[in-house]
């Protein structure tokens, strides 16, 4: 039998948000980290002084090369989650990529299918479900201390907050659309995540663009406001609202779900239930999370279904998918799983 590892090599490309994932895999005990590639030498340069990495490129391609690179988190504009991800696999590397998964359902689609061909994990960075109340909930859901889960609604609502007004966040091309894909596919994942991951199937949204002043120079071609509604198979329904800029009060992240024998929000962490007829409000204190880093290096170690799977990636890409469809149509669209 094989020698089992006793860690995991990663790399990290890109490094905005992609600090945070090196980071996490600096801290995880079964994680060492053997490159980092970036195409901006002062990030690259500033990464490797501060973590004292060695082997940093500015073409992701001559990390991909490292024979002892067993796997990588990709941390780009959206628009190259693809391509990179399918370098990566083919390269015969396991991949954790940064949400949204891609521009759409199609190439997540495509993303998957060759990590399948490949035999390699494809993981999304899902963060918030690695969050110790969103597992604290997703064990009360699974253990039937909700009943049936018939409702939710989140959000995640701006009043002022457009990601690099101007750059790649705010160009659709590169971005695949506005607060929808930027900050609704936390949400609604995080949602559907508590609510037990139903199939969604009908999907009603709009989306539009109110606040062009707001960025002023560069491009600005995808919404600042999103609504949506969705149905799923097993006849629960989620609302939706998220806003980069919007007249609203202050910033405002929310998620709740409603079932017939509980319901919970979140920020601060309470559920609402009811015992023997007296209704009760339950404050769990300070549940402790998972680090997403520590899981990925596990998962590739034992072979075990990453808590935020490729197929999730895809499934919401296909809700983002159809919100922005319904606006154009002004119907309701209907998903297919064919
Ligand atoms: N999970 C979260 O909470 C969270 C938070 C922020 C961003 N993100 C996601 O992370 C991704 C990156 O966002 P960001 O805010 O870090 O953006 P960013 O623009 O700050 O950083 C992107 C980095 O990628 C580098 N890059 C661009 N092209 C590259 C290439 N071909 N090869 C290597 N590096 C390249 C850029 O030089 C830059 O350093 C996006 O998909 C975004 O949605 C996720």
Same mark, same amino acid.
């Given at each position: 039998?094989?020698?089992?590892?006793?860690?995991?090599?990663?790399?990290?490309?890109?490094?905005?948000?992609?600090?945070?994932?090196?980071? *996490?895999?600096?801290? /995880?005990?079964?994680?060492?980290?053997?490159?980092?590639?970036?195409?901006?030498?002062?990030?690259?340069?500033?990464?490797?002084?501060?973590?004292?990495?060695?082997?940093?490129?500015?073409?992701?391609?001559?990390?991909?090369?490292?024979?002892?690179?067993?796997?990588?988190?990709? /941390?780009?504009?959206?628009?190259?989650?693809?391509?990179?991800?399918? @370098?990566?696999?083919?390269? *015969?590397?396991?991949?954790?990529? %940064?949400?949204?998964?891609?521009?759409?359902?199609? %190439?997540?689609?495509?993303?998957?299918?060759?990590?399948?061909?490949? #035999?390699?994990?494809?993981?999304?960075?899902?963060?918030?479900?690695?969050?110790?109340?969103? &597992?604290?909930?997703?064990?009360?859901?699974? /253990?039937? #201390?909700?009943?049936?889960?018939?409702?939710?609604? +989140?959000?995640?609502?701006?009043?002022?907050?457009?990601?690099?007004?101007?750059?790649?966040?705010? +160009?659709?091309?590169?971005?695949?659309?506005?607060?929808?894909?930027?900050?609704?596919?936390?949400?609604?994942?995080?949602?559907?995540?508590?609510?037990?991951?139903?199939?969604?199937?009908?999907?009603?949204?709009?989306?539009?663009?109110?606040?062009? &002043?707001?960025?002023?120079?560069?491009?600005? @071609?995808?919404?600042?406001?999103?609504?949506?509604?969705?149905?799923?198979?097993?006849?629960? +329904?989620?609302?939706?609202?998220?806003?980069?800029?919007?007249?609203?009060?202050?910033?405002? &992240?929310?998620?709740?779900?409603?079932?017939?024998?509980?319901?919970?929000?979140?920020?601060?962490?309470?559920?609402?239930?009811?015992?023997?007829?007296?209704?009760? @409000?339950?404050?769990?204190?300070?549940?402790?999370?998972?680090? &997403?880093?520590?899981?990925?290096?596990?998962?590739?170690?034992? *072979?075990?279904?990453?808590?935020?799977?490729?197929?999730? *990636?895809?499934?919401?890409?296909?809700?983002?998918?159809?919100?922005?469809?319904?606006?154009?149509?002004?119907?309701?669209?209907?998903?297919?799983? @064919?």
């Amino acid at each position: 039998m094989p020698k089992k590892k006793k860690k995991i090599n990663f790399g990290v490309i890109g490094l905005g948000m992609g600090r945070f994932h090196l980071e *996490g895999y600096l801290k /995880a005990p079964n994680a060492e980290v053997v490159g980092l590639a970036d195409i901006n030498e002062n990030r690259l340069e500033n990464a490797k002084d501060h973590y004292g990495i060695k082997k940093v490129f500015t073409d992701y391609k001559d990390l991909l090369d490292m024979k002892e690179l067993d796997a990588v988190s990709i /941390a780009v504009p959206n628009f190259l989650h693809k391509p990179i991800t399918i @370098d990566a696999l083919k390269a *015969g590397k396991h991949v954790m990529v %940064e949400k949204p998964m891609a521009l759409n359902a199609e %190439e997540g689609q495509e993303m998957l299918e060759t990590a399948k061909k490949n #035999d390699l994990i494809l993981m999304l960075h899902f963060n918030n479900r690695y969050r110790g109340d969103i &597992q604290y909930i997703k064990k009360c859901v699974e /253990a039937g #201390d909700f009943g049936e889960i018939y409702f939710a609604k +989140t959000g995640w609502i701006r009043r002022r907050g457009i990601p690099g007004a101007g750059g790649w966040f705010t +160009t659709k091309a590169k971005s695949g659309g506005g607060p929808l894909i930027d900050l609704g596919v936390h949400v609604i994942d995080m949602t559907m995540y508590m609510m037990g991951s139903p199939k969604p199937v009908a999907v009603s949204g709009c989306v539009v663009q109110k606040f062009p &002043q707001v960025v002023g120079k560069g491009t600005f @071609d995808v919404e600042d406001f999103a609504s949506g509604y969705v149905r799923f198979e097993n006849g629960a +329904t989620m609302a939706v609202e998220i806003s980069w800029a919007m007249n609203c009060a202050s910033e405002r &992240q929310y998620s709740e779900i409603y079932g017939t024998k509980a319901g919970a929000t979140l920020n601060p962490l309470t559920i609402w239930s009811d015992r023997n007829g007296i209704l009760e @409000d339950i404050s769990p204190q300070n549940p402790k999370g998972l680090s &997403q880093f520590e899981h990925f290096a596990d998962c590739i170690m034992t *072979g075990k279904i990453p808590i935020s799977p490729g197929e999730h *990636g895809v499934l919401m890409m296909k809700v983002l998918d159809a919100i922005y469809e319904s606006s154009k149509t002004k119907k309701e669209v209907i998903i297919n799983w @064919d």
